[in-house]
């Protein structure tokens, strides 16, 4: 059973920084996409940063401030999100979502057959 597990999300003043953690253990997601999608309420989920195997996206609106990454320890894999400059339009529920396929599509708004097959429970963050 896969579960993805999040941390990270707080209140936060404008123009400070903070770092989402998105930690899976499983040896079925040896290759996979892993990323962060955000919510506000009333508003539809957006793609914010994915990675997919040695591909990276960013949507425009947080490039040059947010910077994701993952980092791999035997069978665990935790991808991080640096939200560096944060910007009140960045309050959010941010979702951690990951897939053994390639659905980068379905971060950038591009081709997304289905949407990605495992997702966190949510980490709120609030700028202000």
């Known amino acids: 059973h896969v579960q993805l597990v999040e941390s990270g999300g707080e209140s936060v003043q404008a123009g400070g920084s903070l770092r989402l953690s998105c930690a899976v253990s499983?040896?079925?997601?040896?290759?996979?996409?892993m990323g962060w999608f955000r919510q506000v309420p009333g508003k539809e989920r957006e793609g914010v940063a994915v990675?997919?195997?040695?591909?990276?996206?960013?949507a425009d609106s947080v490039k040059g401030r947010f910077t994701i990454s993952e980092d791999k320890v035997k069978s665990k894999t935790t991808v991080s999100l640096l939200m560096d400059a944060l910007e009140p339009e960045d309050t959010a529920m941010y979702y951690c979502?990951?897939?053994?396929?390639?659905?980068?599509?379905?971060?950038?708004?591009?081709?997304?057959?289905?949407?990605?097959?495992?997702w966190g429970q949510g980490t709120q963050v609030t700028v202000s």
């Open positions: 499983d040896y079925t997601l040896s290759r996979y996409c």
């Open positions: 979502a990951a897939d053994p396929l390639d659905l980068i599509g379905c971060w950038s708004g591009s081709w997304c057959p289905r949407p990605p097959g495992y």
């Open positions: 990675v997919c195997g040695d591909k990276t996206w960013h």
